[in-house]
């Protein structure tokens, strides 16, 4: 009987052990920013508007400058003429392409969608981070998720 008490005790203790460290884990891997490597031209300054308002979310960015490059980049990573802007990045193995707000990465990067390459706000919007004064909300384009089939579809309407 004392054996007994004592196992499931022992049992009960562990099964409480590691949910605690479980949600450790879980809490400290939030607290942790998400790396984000933006590649770019050097004429570019709106790019580094972009990286600020990224960073200022809670990401770590740093900025590769490739001024003979970022046509091989776009194309490598999936990136057609039409959905292409002014910077390509590369988080959480998803590619963002241009002013895409930070809470659309975020919103991808919970959701992980399996069929999605990346995201993209074509062109540069004139009313999207980076390109209007700090703070102000995006509106008047649409950030678009572009797929490993090709298609691509409205994920967030501004």
């Given at each position: 009987?004392?054996?007994?008490?004592?196992?499931?005790?022992?049992?009960?203790?562990?099964?409480?052990?590691?949910?605690?460290?479980?949600?450790?884990?879980?809490?400290?891997?939030q607290?942790?920013?998400?790396?984000v490597?933006?590649?770019k031209?050097?004429?570019?300054?709106?790019?580094?508007?972009?990286?600020?308002?990224?960073?200022?979310?809670g990401?770590?960015v740093?900025?590769?400058?490739?001024d003979?490059?970022?046509?091989?980049?776009?194309?490598?990573?999936?990136?057609?003429?039409?959905?292409a802007?002014?910077?390509?990045?590369?988080?959480?193995?998803?590619?963002?392409?241009?002013?895409?707000?930070a809470?659309?990465?975020?919103?991808?990067?919970?959701?992980?969608?399996?069929?999605?390459?990346?995201?993209?706000a074509?062109?540069?919007?004139?009313?999207?981070?980076?390109?209007q004064?700090?703070?102000?909300?995006?509106k008047?384009y649409?950030?678009?998720?572009?797929?490993?089939d090709?298609?691509?579809?409205v994920?967030?309407?501004?």
């Open positions: 009987m004392a054996k007994s008490l004592i196992l499931r005790t022992f049992a009960v203790t562990m099964v409480l052990l590691a949910s605690i460290a479980q949600s450790a884990c879980t809490a400290s891997e607290n942790m920013p998400t790396a490597t933006i590649y031209s050097s004429t570019c300054p709106c790019c580094d508007d972009w990286a600020k308002h990224m960073s200022k979310e990401f770590q740093t900025t590769e400058v490739r003979n490059d970022m046509d091989r980049i776009k194309a490598t990573n999936g990136v057609t003429q039409k959905l802007s002014c910077h390509t990045a590369k988080v959480g193995g998803y590619v963002i392409e241009g002013h895409v707000p809470a659309d990465v975020k919103r991808l990067l919970k959701e992980k969608p399996a069929d999605v390459v990346g995201l993209t074509p062109g540069m919007p004139m009313h999207s981070p980076g390109m004064a700090d703070g102000l909300p995006p008047g649409d950030v678009i998720a572009f797929k490993k090709g298609s691509t579809e994920y967030t309407r501004y």
